[in-house]
T-cell receptor, first 112, second 113 residues
Framework: LAKTTQPISMDSYEGQEVNITCSHNNIATNDYITWYQQFPSQGPRFIIQGYKTKVTNEVASLFIPADRKSSTLSLPRVSLSDTAVYYCLVGGYNTNAGKSTFGDGTTLTVKP | GAVVSQHPSRVICKSGTSVKIECRSLDFQATTMFWYRQFPKQSLMLMATSNEGSKATYEQGVEKDKFLINHASLTLSTLTVTSAHPEDSSFYIC?????????FGSGTRLTVV
C-alpha cells in the first residue's frame, strides 16, 4: 500500500484558493488518487478522484504531475464551511477497491 | 449516488456489555466492506476487511474475538464490540468498496461507561 504524506494543517481566509499537496512516492501503476473531506463526527466524504493530469468537478480540481508521485487538491474560493480534515488515498481500483490506509490528513481552517 | 447507511449514530453502553453496529449499502451490492476506528484528533485506523460469505480479515493488533464482524449478505456488514470496556470508546466508521473507490457510512460514536 502506498504511503501518503500531507501537511498536518493549513490556514486560509474566506474567498481564497487553497492548494493541499499529497506525496505518494510509492504509487503503483494501477493506483488511483482520491481525496476525501471529513467533518467532526462524520464519515469521510468523496471530493474528487484522478489518475493523471488534471481533473475538475463542481467543487475542486486535482492536479497530478506526470510522475504521479504527488497530487494537489485545489479548492477555489473557500468558505468557512470548508473547514475540515482532508485526506488523500492511493489505491488500486479494478473491479472493487481493495483496502487502503489513511494518512494523517490535513486540517484546513478557514478564517473569516 | 451510492449510499452507505450506518446505525446507530451514537450509543452508550455499560462496561461488559456488547454492542452491534450495522453498515448497509442501500443502492448497490458490496462484496467487501471495511471497518475503521477513529480516536479524537486522529486519522482513521483500519480494523478489518469484511468479505461477504467469508471470514473477516483483521489488521495486526485488532482482536478478532473482541470485534466480531459478520457479512452475511451483499448489503449488510455488522461489527459487534463484545465485552466493551471504556477504552473501546471511539468513533467507528464503515465503508463499502466499489469500483474506483469507497463510500463511507456516517459513523457510530460508541461511549462505554
Amino acid at each position: 500500500l502506498a504511503k501518503t504524506t500531507q501537511p498536518i494543517s493549513m490556514d486560509s481566509y474566506e474567498g481564497q484558493e487553497v492548494n493541499i499537496t499529497c506525496s505518494h512516492n510509492n504509487i503503483a501503476t494501477n493506483d488511483y488518487i482520491t481525496w476525501y473531506q471529513q467533518f467532526p463526527s462524520q464519515g469521510p466524504r468523496f471530493i474528487i478522484q484522478g489518475y493523471k493530469t488534471k481533473v475538475t468537478n463542481e467543487v475542486a480540481s486535482l492536479f497530478i504531475p506526470a510522475d504521479r508521485k504527488s497530487s494537489t487538491l485545489s479548492l477555489p474560493r473557500v468558505s468557512l464551511s470548508d473547514t475540515a480534515v482532508y485526506y488523500c488515498l492511493v489505491g488500486g481500483y479494478n473491479t472493487n477497491a481493495g483496502k487502503s490506509t489513511f494518512g494523517d490528513g490535513t486540517t484546513l481552517t478557514v478564517k473569516p | 449516488g451510492a449510499v452507505v447507511s450506518q446505525h446507530p449514530s451514537r450509543v452508550i453502553c455499560k462496561s461488559g456489555t456488547s454492542v452491534k453496529i450495522e453498515c448497509r449499502s442501500l443502492d448497490f451490492q458490496a462484496t467487501t466492506m471495511f471497518w475503521y476506528r477513529q480516536f479524537p484528533k486522529q486519522s482513521l485506523m483500519l480494523m478489518a476487511t469484511s468479505n461477504e460469505g467469508s471470514k473477516a480479515t483483521y489488521e495486526q493488533g485488532v482482536e478478532k474475538d473482541k470485534f466480531l464482524i459478520n457479512h452475511a449478505s451483499l448489503t449488510l456488514s455488522t461489527l459487534t464490540v463484545t465485552s466493551a470496556h471504556p477504552e473501546d470508546s471511539s468513533f467507528y466508521i464503515c465503508s463499502a468498496s466499489q469500483q474506483y473507490g469507497y463510500t463511507f457510512g456516517s459513523g457510530t460514536r460508541l461511549t462505554v461507561v
